[in-house]
């Protein structure tokens, strides 16, 4: 299996922003986003990706934008309504033309279950991103109602970082604030019900949301992805302990293994953990939408 951390060529003539996972041409009014095999963790890029990984995301956010109906920045997925440099076996399935918008630079997260960050709050202070939580919840407990935790759009690699719904409304203001929670729990309520039925949890969620021109709020980015969700399997899922996953949890539990001391360049993945994080993924799609 390649180690290649890109997996695709270089667009020839096109210099990408770079991101974590994600590479984006800006062709003017549009852009376009290609997902590629990179695989990050405790803010650092792996030196070798996760052979597939890149279409599996980008499947995902198709199926998903698709399902969902809500309005969003998609165009084609289609290579031939892009550029011809685009048109290359690499980039197929793993490459979407979308809208231009202004990013809310916010993350909008929604959690239904006591995870990850929140759990650590929630140990500490018996909140989570200052929403008082009722007492004696255990990891990965079924929230009361699902709740809307914001947090920084980190930038050059930094982590997010969670903030109260007042600070959020501190930077975009009361009403957008406010439309954007409502938005993102209904949005998270309905995936997760649809993902209850094909017996999987999902247990939280980020997005990101842009505004077009004529000022339409849209989704925009990748959207109920294993890379920006929380997914466990329901027939192993039990309260009081962390359920197997279909994200990149297998990547970070590895490494926690290692000497490695998430301050230099993290060590290369061996074969098996990509094998089994790709499978993983891989089984996240094919459960959703087969």
Known sequence: MSTEPLMYSAVPGRTPRRGKVRDVYDLGDTLAIVATDRISAFDWVMPNGIAG??????????FWFDW???P????SANLNDLPPEFRQPELEGRTMLVKKTLVVPVECVARGYLAGSGWKEYRERGTVCGIPLPAGLQLASKLPEPIFTPATKA??????ENISFEEMAEVVGVKLATDLKKRTLSVYRRAAEYAATRGIILADTKFEWGHLP???LILIDEVLTPDSSRYWPAESYAPGASPPSFDKQFVRDWLETTPWDKASPPPVLPPEVVAKSA?????ALTRLTK
């Open 214 to 216: 004529t000022g339409e």
């Open 53 to 62: 990984k890149g279409r599996v995301l980008t499947a995902l956010s198709l």
């Open 279 to 283: 499978e993983k993924y891989r089984e």
């Open 68 to 70: 969902l109906k809500e």
């Open 72 to 75: 969003n920045h998609l165009i």
């Open 155 to 160: 930038e050059d690699g930094a982590h997010d």
